[in-house]
């Protein structure tokens, strides 16, 4: 299992936190996303078949890219 925090700095509510919660969740083998909107980070813990590049290109498709 791999676990990553990302600042997102795209995340301006709790709301912004929902949906990539939601939406990162469905991806096949991400176990949890946690959020934090004050921050603008998020924590995906994940294993395979996700892979970061998998998270972090449905991040962008989002609306909410991760900062490098």
């Known amino acids: 299992m791999e676990e990553k925090t990302v ?4 995340i301006s509510c709790g709301h912004c936190v929902m ?3 939601r939406e990162l969740g469905e991806l096949d ?3 949890s996303v946690a959020g934090d909107p004050e921050s603008k980070q998020i ?14 290109e449905l991040l ?5 890219p991760a900062a490098a």
Not at 43 to 56: D, F, M
Not at 60 to 64: H, N, P, S, T, V
């Open 19 to 21: 949906n990539i919660r």
């Open 29 to 31: 083998g991400v176990d």
């Open 7 to 10: 600042f997102v700095p795209n």
């Open 60 to 64: 962008q498709e989002l609306g909410y």
């Open 43 to 56: 924590t995906v813990r994940w294993q395979p078949p996700a892979t970061w590049v998998s998270i972090t």
